[in-house]
């Protein structure tokens, strides 16, 4: 058993959504599930199950970055028997016509991680979404008029980077936003033969400056999770 999730074979549901934050997997878990228990707290880092309109549903915090969500999700794939994780997170928009507050899909995670290196891979793994959750999503947000951008994305190891225009060669590519964690999640989720997609809501705007604040990003991206939600139980 895993020795980062302090769970027990069949309490964590098929399908899991994935904050990176663990107060918005409580806020998740607290909000939208019916009968919500918690799972874990080892490190703090919180596991919920409940139900969603009658559907079996995990939330599970995978802490910031790259080698935490690989962790979490891994033990999650081998562990626990789960078949699907739709990480619920922030993301920095790169295009001036994505705005904050907008809800963006990771179509493909293009990446500066070494974290490929461990697959043993002989070149440059270009990690995209499980095109099963990705129907499912479509389809949720079209019956639930939650509009959303799909495109590629780019998840990066540093945070604050020295050089402040680092993004302007993504953008000139074509990538549409910043992330931490969707590059490792697809790449778990290929290797595993499981299914993944990273739905982010903007909260930082590289292009005019906007920011949002902690506690927003905690609790009031509800558009996101409800999407996730209503995607979870197709």
Same mark, same amino acid.
């Given at each position: 058993?895993?020795?980062?999730?302090?769970? $027990?074979? /069949?309490?964590?549901?098929?399908?899991?959504?994935?904050?990176?934050?663990? @107060?918005?997997? #409580?806020?998740? *878990?607290?909000?939208?599930?019916?009968?919500?228990?918690?799972?874990?707290?080892?490190?703090?880092?919180?596991?919920?199950?409940?139900?969603?309109?009658?559907?079996?549903?995990?939330?599970?915090?995978?802490?910031?970055?790259?080698?935490?969500?690989?962790?979490?999700?891994?033990?999650?794939?081998?562990?626990?028997?789960?078949?699907?994780?739709?990480?619920?997170?922030?993301?920095?928009?790169?295009?001036?016509?994505?705005?904050?507050?907008?809800?963006?899909?990771?179509?493909?995670?293009?990446?500066?991680?070494?974290?490929?290196? $461990?697959? /043993?891979?002989?070149?440059?793994?270009?990690?995209?979404?499980?095109?099963? @959750?990705?129907? #499912?999503?479509? *389809?949720?947000?079209?019956?639930?008029?939650?509009?959303?951008?799909?495109?590629?994305?780019?998840?990066?190891?540093?945070?604050?980077?020295?050089?402040?225009?680092?993004?302007?060669?993504?953008?000139?590519?074509?990538?549409?936003?910043?992330?931490?964690?969707?590059?490792?999640?697809?790449?778990?989720?290929?290797?595993?033969?499981?299914?993944?997609?990273?739905?982010?809501?903007?909260?930082?705007?590289?292009?005019?400056?906007?920011?949002?604040?902690?506690?927003?990003?905690?609790?009031?991206?509800?558009?996101?999770?409800?999407? $996730?939600?209503?995607?979870?139980?197709?």
């Amino acid at each position: 058993m895993s020795i980062h999730i302090g769970a $027990s074979k /069949g309490q964590i549901a098929e399908t899991v959504l994935m904050p990176g934050d663990p @107060l918005r997997a #409580k806020f998740i *878990a607290e909000n939208f599930l019916d009968s919500p228990v918690r799972y874990t707290e080892i490190r703090n880092m919180y596991g919920y199950t409940g139900t969603y309109k009658g559907v079996k549903v995990s939330v599970q915090g995978s802490g910031m970055g790259m080698p935490s969500m690989g962790i979490y999700s891994w033990d999650l794939f081998t562990e626990f028997g789960v078949e699907n994780i739709i990480r619920v997170g922030t993301a920095g928009s790169f295009d001036e016509d994505i705005k904050i507050g907008d809800i963006v899909v990771a179509l493909a995670a293009s990446t500066e991680s070494a974290y490929q290196d $461990s697959f /043993g891979l002989h070149g440059h793994y270009a990690p995209t979404v499980s095109f099963d @959750l990705l129907k #499912k999503v479509m *389809a949720a947000g079209e019956e639930n008029g939650i509009k959303f951008r799909a495109g590629n994305t780019v998840s990066t190891d540093a945070f604050y980077e020295a050089d402040p225009n680092w993004w302007k060669t993504w953008q000139s590519m074509g990538v549409m936003a910043v992330e931490m964690e969707a590059a490792a999640l697809y790449m778990n989720a290929a290797y595993h033969g499981k299914n993944a997609l990273a739905l982010m809501t903007i909260s930082d705007h590289f292009v005019n400056g906007g920011i949002t604040t902690a506690e927003e990003r905690e609790k009031t991206f509800t558009d996101m999770m409800k999407l $996730s939600l209503e995607a979870a139980v197709k």
